[in-house]
């Protein structure tokens, strides 16, 4: 099946500093990427839809010049959180289009941790 | 996208069937039933998706009721690295298909 690939896996930064976290798919190309957060014993929540050559689109409440996205290729989709604070803390997931498929590739996700 | 009830938590003996069920009693004509998992900290994974009619693949069996209102997850012979979250979700198969609306899905735990 298609591989998308996240890094790092974990990253732990102070608060107050950015962070990027990578999404790439590794053997298929995506013009559309997805990025997700999910909070300890909670379910997936989509964040925004990463769009290559153009703006993303944010989900309702999520803050766009926080969470900031970045789609330079049809292979890579970036999300840094600026400004991290500890409730930034949690499991940031993306996923990936491929033209011809029904289901959804996701990456193996990024615990961020905000001290 | 229409809405699905699933129960919060389930338990299975290794190596029998597990049976993961769904309700989507509000699922349109043109409406798949997709079925995803989520091992502890990783990201979720695609298992099968099916309109009307049952399907199987490598990895598990998807029965979807007459009235396509309910659906049935199986796991035929469940191992403990079937131990997941496991998310039934109901979608157009469009090409968007990496957005996704998460429930809380049910926990199954498959025990020794």
């Known amino acids: 099946g298609a591989v998308v690939s996240q890094h790092p896996s974990r990253v732990i930064c102070k608060s107050g500093t950015s962070v990027k976290i990578e999404c790439r798919s590794l053997?298929?190309?995506?013009?559309?990427m997805f990025w997700y957060r999910q909070f300890p014993k909670q379910s997936l929540m989509l964040m925004a839809t990463?769009?290559?050559?153009?703006?993303?689109?944010?989900e309702q409440g999520v803050e766009k010049d926080k969470f900031l996205i970045n789609h330079a290729s049809l292979t890579l989709s970036t999300l840094t959180v600026t400004s991290a604070h500890p409730e930034d803390s949690s499991f940031y997931i993306c996923?990936?289009?491929?033209?011809?498929?029904?289901?959804?590739?996701f990456g193996q996700g990024t615990r961020l941790t905000v001290v | 996208d229409a809405k699905t009830t699933q129960p919060t938590s389930m338990d299975c003996a290794e190596g029998r069937a597990a049976n993961l069920p769904c309700n989507h009693s509000?699922?349109?004509?043109?409406?798949?039933v997709y079925w995803y998992r989520q091992i502890h900290s990783q990201g979720p994974q695609y298992i099968i998706h099916?309109?009307?009619n049952n399907e199987t693949n490598e990895m598990a069996s998807l029965i979807i009721t007459e009235d396509r209102k309910s659906s049935t997850l199986i796991l035929p012979h469940a191992t403990l690295r079937d131990t997941a979250v496991y998310y039934c979700?109901?979608?157009?198969?469009?090409?968007?298909?990496?957005?996704?609306?998460f429930g809380q899905g049910t926990t199954l735990q498959v025990k020794p």
């Open positions: 996923s990936a289009n491929r033209d011809g498929n029904t289901e959804a590739f």
């Open positions: 053997d298929f190309q995506a013009t559309t």
């Open positions: 990463s769009n290559e050559g153009s703006k993303a689109t944010y």
């Open positions: 509000t699922i349109s004509g043109n409406e798949y």
């Open positions: 099916g309109l009307k």
């Open positions: 979700i109901v979608r157009v198969a469009t090409s968007n298909t990496g957005k996704l609306i």
